[in-house]
C-alpha cells in the first residue's frame, strides 16, 4: 500500500543539526513532488519546503531559507531534510507529503523534532 | 505572509450540513485553482479531502464538496456523521511562498 514512513526527529539542542528522512512505498517516488510540512502541536499546518519529481527545482518557507536543505534520492525511494541551526520555533512535527500536481497527498506519520536549550 | 483565515470552531448536529470557509486573497485563494482541503484527527496525519477546488480523491465521500468565489473557498459536509468529528484545514497555492494553510477549524458533531 502507499506509505511514507520518516524518521530522524528527537530532541536536539538549539544551534544544533538534525537531518530527517522519509521512506516512501507503494507509488512512484520518482513521479512525485515532495514537501515537508510541520505542525506544532496543537497549532494548525505550515508547509516548509518542496522539491520537484527530479530534485530539479527546490523551494522553502522564508523561516527556514538558508538554514534547511530539501532532498531526494530517487534510487533509494528516499526524501531528506537537512536541517541546520535549529531554533526554539522549530519544535514541531515534521510531515513529509507527496504532490502528484497541486496538493499534498498522501502523509506520512509525522516525527517530532524538539529543539531545546 | 499571513495564513488564510478560517473559522476556530464549526458544529452541527448528525444528518446536518455544515460549510467551513477559507478567505486569503487575489495572491492565492482568489488567483489560482489550487486550493485543496485536509481533515486530520487527533493524533493522526493530515488526509486530503478536497483538491483542484472541488475534487474529490477516490476513496473519500461524496457527502464532502468544496466550492471557491473570488478570494474565499469553502468546504461543506452534507449528512454529517460522527466520525466527520476533527480539524479541517484549507490550503492553497500563493506565488510569493509557494503554499499557504489556513489556521484550522475545529469541527464538533453535536
Known amino acids: 500500500q502507499v506509505q511514507l514512513v520518516e524518521s530522524g526527529g528527537g530532541v536536539v539542542q538549539t544551534g544544533r543539526s538534525l537531518r530527517l528522512s522519509c521512506a516512501a512505498s507503494?507509488?512512484?517516488?520518482?513521479?512525485?513532488?515532495m514537501d515537508w510540512v510541520r505542525q506544532v502541536p496543537g497549532k494548525g499546518l505550515q508547509w516548509v519546503a518542496g522539491?520537484?519529481?527530479?530534485?530539479?527545482?527546490?523551494n522553502y518557507a522564508d523561516s527556514v531559507r538558508g538554514r534547511f536543505t530539501i532532498s531526494r534520492d530517487n534510487s533509494k525511494n528516499t526524501l531528506y531534510l537537512q536541517m541546520n541551526s535549529l531554533r526554539a520555533e522549530d519544535t514541531a512535527v515534521y510531515y513529509c507529503?507527496?504532490?502528484?500536481?497541486?496538493?499534498?497527498?498522501?502523509w506520512g506519520q509525522g516525527t517530532l523534532v524538539t529543539v531545546s536549550s | 505572509q499571513s495564513a488564510l483565515t478560517q473559522p476556530a470552531s464549526v458544529s452541527g448536529s448528525p444528518g446536518q450540513s455544515i460549510t467551513i470557509s477559507c478567505t486569503g486573497t487575489s495572491s492565492d485563494v482568489g488567483g489560482y485553482n489550487y486550493v485543496s482541503w485536509y481533515q486530520q484527527h487527533p493524533g493522526k496525519a493530515p488526509k486530503l479531502m478536497i483538491y483542484d477546488v472541488s475534487n474529490r480523491p477516490s476513496g473519500v465521500s461524496n457527502r464532502f464538496s468544496g466550492s471557491k468565489s473570488g478570494n474565499t473557498a469553502s468546504l461543506t459536509i452534507s449528512g454529517l456523521q460522527a466520525e466527520d468529528e476533527a480539524d479541517y484545514y484549507c490550503s492553497s497555492y500563493a506565488s510569493s511562498v509557494s503554499w499557504m494553510f489556513g489556521g484550522g477549524t475545529k469541527l464538533t458533531v453535536l
Open positions: 522539491i520537484w519529481y527530479d530534485g530539479s527545482n527546490k
Open positions: 507529503a507527496g504532490d502528484p500536481g497541486w496538493r499534498f497527498d498522501p
Open positions: 507503494g507509488f512512484t517516488f520518482s513521479s512525485y513532488g
